[in-house]
């Protein structure tokens, strides 16, 4: 069985003997590329035979997906052309995070490697996805919701050789603290330091749950368990260092962390009196040393005393441009959620300009910007019967025609920026009923 290497190549050999086929084929419409792979101790580092992967690509058409398995919560990020997709592969039984890596902007993806060490440990879900990031120097880092020991924890891993193998993971949050926590978001800083953001509820009122399991109990007025969000962040293999950002927010809805220099921005879905509902971030000007107060993205007035299950997408430009996207609540005769959109300008934050067309019960914003200012928003909303997923670039605050993707299962959709590209990923059914991680390559434009 070849390794990760030769199936990578296969891939690539496959993919230019079809497109010199091609060319000597007037009209005829290309073909999809199969890639049956299996990944095995020999190749990766000690780490368990894998079943069939199936990784299909056709010029702008991705589908990735570990055979026998349902496939969803993908996330996705990019350096140059290196392209690196993590998503959940689940059975009835069990459940883990996978990665496949693309070397060449998206065109083909190489086999895909599990992540996690420990089986079944990932409890990912469209809300609560295995995030992941892409250094200057390549290295590959994963961070996921798991439970250890009955205690919900958020780990970590990483790859040094592009996604061939990765280190044993660590607990990042949790271990032996009492409460839920997850939520969480991934992002690297200037200097290579990785930062991560959670929800945590290790201050919420303990107590046991029926099989002995450390829990949490409602500590609020609104019913809802008290969660908080945290922060850690670490360089290597150097200590980890972890600040409370703020107290009792809204509980169930991911969070978003950026970087920019030595400021690390962290946002979340905050409870303002009279239990609004809106997002707030909050800025560390020492490299995620201390934070300041939090500052409101907008005004909204999202009244519900209960969690909305949909949080913030937040990322940083190449210029050190603060850019965010969010959900909320639009009143009316039928109140129906809207995208929304946003920069910081200074300490506040510009006035909100409204992505989706009304109407369609858009939900799960994510955002990417490139290395210059160009920025997009990619989101799911009702399309009739099923649902489908719209790329929507913004540029100086006015949003640009969509693009949309249609099909059965569509949901969840993230982002990605490379060199020249944009990687667009989402969960989707697939063949024979199965589930799939789908998605595209769309050009970005050219550097202003």
């Not at 200057?136 to 790859?159: M, N």
């Not at 969010?326 to 946003?342: E, M």
């Not at 569509?410 to 063949?431: D, R, T």
Request: glycine fraction near 10%; proline fraction near 6%; charged fraction near 20%.
């Amino acid at each position: 069985m070849p390794c990760h290497d030769e199936i990578t190549m296969s891939a690539k050999t496959t993919m230019t003997t079809k497109k010199n086929r091609r060319k000597s084929l007037d009209g005829v419409a290309s073909a999809l590329v199969v890639l049956l792979a299996t990944t095995t101790a020999a190749c990766g580092g000690g780490q368990q035979t894998l079943p069939p992967a199936a990784v299909q690509v056709e010029p702008s058409r991705i589908a990735l997906a570990v055979a026998g398995r349902s496939n969803a919560a993908a996330s996705v990020a990019a350096f140059g052309q290196t392209v690196a997709a993590v998503w959940t592969a689940a059975t009835d039984d069990t459940s883990d995070i996978f990665l496949s890596v693309s070397t060449d902007g998206g065109a083909t993806f190489g086999g895909p490697v599990r992540v996690n060490d420990v089986d079944g440990d990932a409890r990912a879900s469209g809300e609560q996805p295995a995030r992941v990031a892409v250094g200057v120097d390549y290295t590959i880092h994963v961070a996921w919701p798991a439970k250890r020991d009955g205690y919900t924890v958020i780990r970590y891993a990483a790859s040094k050789d592009r996604g061939k193998t990765f280190s044993p993971a660590v607990t990042v949050a949790g271990g032996t603290q009492t409460g839920a926590r997850g939520w969480h978001s991934l992002a690297l800083g200037y200097d290579g330091a990785v930062h991560v953001a959670w929800l945590d509820g290790r201050n919420a009122a303990p107590m046991a749950h029926a099989h002995g399991t450390p829990g949490s109990k409602p500590a609020r007025s609104d019913g809802g368990p008290r969660q908080d969000i945290f922060q850690a962040s670490w360089k290597g293999d150097g200590p980890r260092s972890e600040h409370l950002v703020q107290a009792n927010v809204c509980f169930c809805c991911k969070t978003a962390v950026a970087t920019a220099g030595e400021h690390v921005y962290t946002a979340w879905r905050h409870i303002y009196p009279g239990s609004l509902r809106d997002i707030a971030v909050a800025r560390s000007n020492d490299n995620g040393a201390t934070f300041g107060a939090p500052i409101r993205v907008s005004e909204d007035g999202w009244k519900i005393d209960a969690c909305p299950d949909d949080g913030p997408a937040m990322v940083a430009d190449g210029h050190a441009g603060i850019h965010i996207a969010w959900p909320t609540l639009v009143a009316g005769d039928t109140p129906r959620k809207g995208i929304f959109y946003s920069t910081l300008s200074g300490d506040a934050f510009t006035p909100r300009i409204r992505l989706d067309s009304g109407g369609s019960d858009p939900a799960h914003p994510q955002i990417a910007s490139d290395e210059h200012t160009n920025t997009v928003v990619v989101w799911d909303e009702r399309a009739g019967e099923t649902r489908r997923v719209v790329f929507r670039p913004v540029s100086d605050n006015v949003a640009q025609p969509p693009q949309m993707f249609s099909g059965d299962g569509v949901s969840y959709p993230v982002v990605a920026a490379g060199e020249g590209f944009w990687i667009v990923l989402w969960s989707a059914q697939g063949a024979d009923d199965g589930s799939v991680i789908e998605g595209r390559r769309i050009p970005s434009p050219a550097k202003p």
